[in-house]
């Protein structure tokens, strides 16, 4: 089994940059494709962005293509999220989750395994 753990939430301003963190226990993460969601209030969880296990490949979404990054570090066993330019419509509950099976990264039904959230806030 692989838990995740979320780090490196909290409150700026507009325009400014954050970087998640998800470590995952578990001798096997390199062998898995990772996704951030968000899930603001009163609003379902939204696919944010996808890695494969490699790296090779990666998804967004459209609200944050061309601002937030992902990548990962198989050999810390760890998961970014670079999130720059940030908007208040940003501000989320943001979670990284394991894809174990084949199929869309877009969907939180592909994913095995959650993190607990790391709360993102984006003043204006």
């Known amino acids: 089994q692989v838990q995740p753990v979320e780090s490196g939430g909290g409150l700026v301003r507009a325009g400014e940059s954050l970087r998640l963190s998800c470590a995952a226990s578990?001798?096997?993460?390199?062998?898995?494709?990772m996704g951030w969601f968000r899930q603001a209030p009163g609003r379902e969880r939204d696919f944010v962005a996808g890695?494969?296990?490699?790296?090779?490949?990666?998804f967004y979404a459209d609200s944050v293509k061309g601002r937030f990054t992902i990548s990962r570090d198989n050999a810390k066993n760890t998961v970014y999220l670079q999130m720059n330019s940030l908007k208040p419509e940003d501000t989320a509950v943001y979670s990284c989750?394991?894809?174990?099976?084949?199929?869309?990264?877009?969907?939180?039904?592909?994913?095995?395994?959650w993190g607990q959230g790391t709360q993102v806030t984006v003043s204006s």
């Open positions: 578990g001798r096997t993460f390199s062998t898995y494709a």
């Open positions: 989750a394991v894809k174990r099976r084949s199929g869309s990264y877009y969907y939180p039904s592909q994913y095995d395994y």
């Open positions: 890695i494969s296990w490699s790296g090779g490949s990666t």
